[in-house]
């Protein structure tokens, strides 16, 4: 009887080594391939279960030549589940792969405005708030989704990157620019002088975003549960907007505010 080949391997092994303080650790298939196929994103190494790393290969097989080759050059090795779950959170649904990563590099609000300047339709999303880390990267989610420019938080007291915002964005925060700014208020009106509208949401608004009609360039600008948008953001808004919502409902979490307006923003072209 033949001996059945290995299968060829599309990551190489490597020597185990400490790791950098500054890194972070991606963890989850969705992000951790979207990671690896990002030339942008600086590779350390992988920590993979058997099962883990073969998902990821297969996986990684379809994709292009130039994908595979950059998830190539990540240095891999395989461990037991044990020794993966020790680099990682406590409770964090790994997949079997963890990928030690350099954060990725700043994204800049003027480089945003160029590559959405030439879109004939653009969104971008403006928090005005935003202290979970999930909630973050399943706004991610949704802009990648629903074809958003970017995503623009303020530098202050947001979350900073990390492996459950990117297990949250599934993939999202490799491909969606996070752009964080030093005042939240200016940036809105260098939005609108590149000829975005800022359209704030806010609960007791009296305009329907079902009934309203959105121009072509729009800043979707939504604050926290609950808390809503701050005085200088509301008042740099060019029209306030309400989501629709049954009375079994006060207000709607951040992520799924962000998720219907970018709906309703692509529905509308």
Known sequence: MARRKAPRRLLRPAARRESDSRAVW?????????????PARAKRRLLATRDGLAALEANLARLSPNARCAAGQVASELVPRDRLEAVLPPGAVHQGLAL??????????????????????????????????Q??????????AFG?????????HTPPESGALAKAASGALETVPLVRVANLARAMEQLKEAGFWC?????????????????????????????????LTRERCDLLLRVPIGPGAESLNLSAAAAIALWEFARQA
């Open 26 to 38: 991606l963890y989850g298939s969705h992000a951790v391939r979207a990671a690896l196929v990002n």
């Open 148 to 156: 958003a420019s970017g995503v623009v938080i303020p530098d202050r």
């Open 199 to 231: 359209l704030g949401f806010d609960a007791a608004a009296e305009d329907s975003l079902a009934e309203a009609d959105l121009p072509d360039k729009a800043a979707l600008v939504i604050g926290a549960e609950g808390a809503g948008l701050r005085r």
């Open 135 to 144: 909630n973050l990267g399943a706004v991610l989610r949704s802009a990648a």
């Open 100 to 133: 030690e990563a350099s954060p990725l590099p700043a994204a800049g609000f003027g480089d945003l405005m160029e590559a959405a300047r030439p879109r004939a339709r653009a969104a971008i999303v403006v928090l005005d708030r935003v202290a979970d880390p």
